[in-house]
């Protein structure tokens, strides 16, 4: 029996607006409230207000925290892009500052400058950083004054 088509993260949809972390633990896991499902990722509002979008195929689990994480009352939905793939989100974030693979070593930051299939290049002060597309875990938008915090 061949299998195509297969979302596996149809059911997920039904997650849209309750508490869950993406991944079991590790620099990659978050929690927070499921803002949208697309074709290949995944957009969650982390407890820190940060929008995080996931690709897809590097998500390894979802796990429904309703119960415990609920909507909080102070829950106020941050601002989001969607599109019909990963691609799409990428190139609505183009000419931003970004932050790519949220923990752990592989963690970049820059300004997003070229995105097509293959690769999409960060500009940060004087480097030039290419990522290939596939090895892109998450990627969410640092506004000028979370940068700030982030370097004080």
């Known amino acids: 029996m061949e299998l195509k088509n297969i979302?596996?993260?149809?059911?997920?949809?039904?997650?849209?607006?309750?508490?869950?972390?993406?991944?079991?633990?590790?620099?990659?896991?978050?929690?927070?409230?499921?803002?949208?499902?697309?074709?290949?990722?995944?957009?969650?509002?982390?407890?820190?207000?940060?929008?995080?979008?996931?690709?897809?195929?590097?998500?390894?689990?979802?796990?429904?925290?309703?119960?415990?994480?609920?909507?909080?009352?102070?829950?106020?939905?941050?601002?989001?892009?969607?599109?019909?793939?990963?691609?799409d989100i990428l190139a609505t974030l183009k000419h931003k500052w970004v932050k790519i693979n949220r923990g752990g070593p592989e963690s970049v930051e820059g300004i997003l400058s070229e995105v097509n299939d293959e690769y999409i290049t960060l500009v940060n002060r004087d480097e030039v950083i290419y990522i290939v597309t596939f090895h892109i875990k998450n990627v969410n938008q640092i506004t000028k004054n979370k940068k700030n915090e982030e370097e004080n």
């Open 7 to 87: 979302q596996p993260f149809n059911q997920i949809k039904g997650l849209v607006y309750q508490g869950v972390k993406v991944n079991l633990g590790g620099p990659e896991s978050r929690t927070g409230v499921l803002l949208a499902v697309g074709d290949d990722y995944l957009v969650l509002q982390a407890n820190t207000g940060e929008v995080v979008y996931y690709q897809q195929e590097h998500v390894k689990s979802v796990i429904n925290k309703a119960k415990e994480l609920g909507i909080a009352a102070n829950f106020i939905e941050q601002p989001y892009v969607t599109g019909q793939a990963f691609q």
